[in-house]
């Protein structure tokens, strides 16, 4: 049955059900779509090809099982977002994690591990303590207190999934991949290897900077749990400043306590910490390095600049991040050792045959 497959590449691919229909040269109409989602018919082969072409996916990728759901989804909206939207953002994961998971498994890669910090969650009463998780998660990877160059490869490197997207309404949200409780109950040898798979979402469209204090942010709530009625958004937001810009290493750059503190200066600690000058002028506040009325002045200054109003761009931006490098990677390395096929990798990575042996080749 293709149903769960086929509402998940359609929810994915940004399509409604008369949408799809139209995608398909109107070969069959949105009802009977909605029938092969709610599994009460079959396709025949003709229109299942169609399908996958207008969805940009292969026949067997619809034809085989679904079984991976999200779980804990938490958006980090700038507005309201529309049930469609999430759904778009939703399918776009699990297709994205389920390709992931795919390779990890052909090269006999564990999957549904990831370095979680000793005691994490933890939980917070205060948004400053979040400061003092910061600085233990950073101690639990080996980070010291310099900046992180490659915050994405960081990440992935500890087990998380982190994925970019086209984003509407919507930063950044952090969720979990877990196998259904039905495939578990149906195959009980996957319920030893059922465990969560952590992803982080950031909007592909935004600056480089503004990426990396998503992915802070949203490593955040991974590691960090409120109290009922506590500001979960605001302790992920210092976590995010504190593990992204340490306190030692900022007071090292900048002085303990300053009286005043220029753009120019905030732009070139902006090279430094791969932070927004705003995100380092909330950092300076935080630490009381600058005053409450410094930090009023300077913030007036970045709304007078058009910073704070999309597209949020400032001098010295950073480029945006790319598809998930580790992905592309352990592909070409699956390829190469001859645990997948060259059709296999083409579909993983969203390429035709000849653009994957162009970049197995690499540059002559």
Known sequence: MIGKRLKLARAAAGFSLRGLQAAMGNLVTAQAIGKYERDESMPGSDVLIALSRALNVTPEYLASDADLVLEDVAFRRKVVTRRKEE????????HFVE???SVEAALHLPSREWSRPRGAPFTVREAVEAEQIA??????????????????ELLEERGIKVLALDLVDVDGLTAYVAHSRSAQLSDRSRVADSAQVPVVVVNARAWG????????????????????????????HRFAGAFLVPAATLRAHVGN??????????LELKKVFG??????????????IISSREFRRLFRDFSRLGWRTP????????????????????????????AISETQAAELLGLTVRDVRARMAGPV
């Open 87 to 94: 759904a778009r953002i939703e399918g776009g994961v699990l």
């Open 99 to 101: 390709r992931y998971l």
């Open 135 to 152: 600085e233990e998660v950073r101690r639990h990877w080996g980070l010291g207190t310099g900046a992180i160059q490659d915050l994405a």
């Open 209 to 236: 900077e503004r990426q990396r204090f998503t992915m802070a942010h949203e490593l955040g709530h991974l590691v960090i749990q409120t109290r009922a009625g506590r500001d979960a958004e605001s302790a992920a």
């Open 257 to 266: 306590h300053r009286s005043a503190i220029s753009r120019g200066e905030l």
């Open 275 to 288: 932070v927004s000058a705003q995100a380092l002028a909330y950092r300076c506040r935080d630490l009381e």
């Open 311 to 338: 597209p949020y761009e400032e001098p010295f931006a950073m480029k945006s991040l790319a598809r998930p490098r580790r992905f592309e990677r352990l592909c070409y390395r699956a390829l190469a050792e001859g």
